[in-house]
């Protein structure tokens, strides 16, 4: 499988920025479909963006001029967040699968990292 590191999670105030970082062994993103998505408790994941290997980027409309996503380095996909709001609230994962089947859905991403807590206070 695909290890997968989230960092750079934390408290904020709404209005907001965090940009947090997923480390994977180095050039993992030029042969995987990397995705973020953010989870509460006994929910499905929801998506927010994916990044094809080739480096088209995608971001769902629910965060779009919000969020962005990029490559840091030649092992980092990272997630910048800006004007955070409360209902952002959540565990952010970052994800690999196929880079045939990138898309939104959380099922085509067989590997997942632990996660990192992002918290946006009113």
């Known amino acids: 499988g695909v290890l997968l590191e989230e960092s750079g999670g934390g408290s904020v105030n709404s209005g907001g920025s965090l940009r947090l970082s997923c480390a994977a062994e180095p050039y993992t993103h030029t042969r995987y479909c990397m995705g973020w998505f953010h989870k509460d408790s006994d929910k499905e994941p929801v998506w927010l963006a994916t990044?094809?290997?080739?480096?088209?980027v995608i971001i769902a409309d629910s965060v779009k001029g919000r969020f962005t996503v990029s490559r840091d380095n030649a092992k980092n996909t990272d997630l910048q967040m800006n004007s955070l709001k409360p209902e952002d609230t959540a565990m952010y994962y970052c994800?690999?699968?196929?880079?045939?089947?990138?898309?939104?859905?959380?099922?085509?991403?067989?590997?997942w990292g632990q996660g990192t807590q992002v918290i946006v206070s009113s």
């Open positions: 990044m094809e290997n080739h480096g088209e």
């Open positions: 994800a690999a699968g196929s880079s045939i089947y990138c898309d939104s859905n959380f099922k085509n991403f067989r590997n």
